[in-house]
């Protein structure tokens, strides 16, 4: 009798670990779904509002260099500040570049460990 009581116990815990790993399993493909979703659409969203603020920035721009050329009397020189003004502004981003890494660093850590 006892034989049989441990045999029915190694066929119960080996039931139990299989159905474990199983269900381990579908929930890391759930997750792993989820982080998936979660990456595109912020992607999705970032690209789509990034692309529509660009072409704002770039009709502002347009528009900022037109105006001051008027106001200079020169075209030329209302697109060289402008253009200027971009470099000064991709220069000063260049040099603060590193400060970048921990925000976002912390941002897509609380995605990928929610």
Request: charged content about 20%; some cysteine.
């Amino acid at each position: 009798m006892a034989l049989e009581d441990i045999k029915e116990s190694f066929t119960q815990v080996d039931n139990d670990v299989r159905s474990y790993l199983e269900n381990t399993g579908e929930y890391y493909k759930l997750q792993l779904l989820k982080i998936t979703m979660r990456s595109i659409t912020t992607f999705a969203k970032v690209l789509m509002v990034g692309s529509i603020a660009l072409l704002a920035l770039f009709m502002l721009s347009f528009a900022a260099a037109y105006g001051i050329g008027l106001w200079l009397e020169n075209t030329f020189l209302g697109f060289l500040f402008i253009g200027l003004f971009y470099v000064v502004i991709g220069g000063i981003c260049y040099l603060y570049r590193h400060k970048l890494d921990k925000p976002m660093l912390k941002n897509f850590s609380k995605y990928y460990f929610d």
